[in-house]
């Protein structure tokens, strides 16, 4: 089963939408930070700061990014979202995802 | 902010009751582990192979354990469960918590 090694987690979550987005914060040795997370079913909205790849490791969602159409991913996927953008979320069924953030 | 040191982390998730309730693996150098994981509102029924500590971070829940009265957390606390037992959960609002698994 994929793992990561040698990393540091927060013992608290991130929690929004009275729960129904939670993530964990993953810090790694070279400074870099991921955040796995599970999002419930619903209609999400979402800003980044840094450029984020959202990898899909389970579920099935709808994603929009600025200025393209929604695009479907069912089971597992990867898209990547531009730093400082808002992107919305269709959530079908539970999602699994880990999401890195890049520095470019 | 309190976090874990020099772990290994399982990236899939683990989720029960349509992602109600879900949880990440973690893993120590001593070969021990914890999961960290959330609770959505509901009523829920789990059971131990080893001892657990319940370590809630924070939420509001009422627990049973076998041969007990219903006990009440609203913020933090923590419960010991016995190794092959049964125990209920009511839980009111999101709960955060830190589950560890003890040899004896």
């Not at 700061?49 to 099935?60: R, S």
């Not at 990547?80 to 520095?103: G, I, M, R, T």
Request: with cysteine; glycine share 8%.
């Amino acid at each position: 089963m994929e793992q990561f090694n040698n990393v540091s987690i927060i013992k608290k979550a991130n929690t929004y939408q009275d729960g129904k987005v939670s993530s964990r914060t993953v810090l790694f040795e070279d400074g870099t930070k991921k955040t796995l997370g599970i999002m419930l079913p619903g209609e999400y909205e979402f800003s980044t700061d840094l450029k984020e790849e959202m990898d899909i490791v389970a579920g099935h969602l709808e994603y929009k990014l600025p200025g393209e159409d929604w695009k479907e991913i069912n089971g597992s996927g990867v898209f990547y979202v531009p730093a400082n953008e808002k992107f919305q979320l269709k959530v079908y069924s539970v999602v699994d995802y880990c999401c890195s953030y890049l520095a470019e």
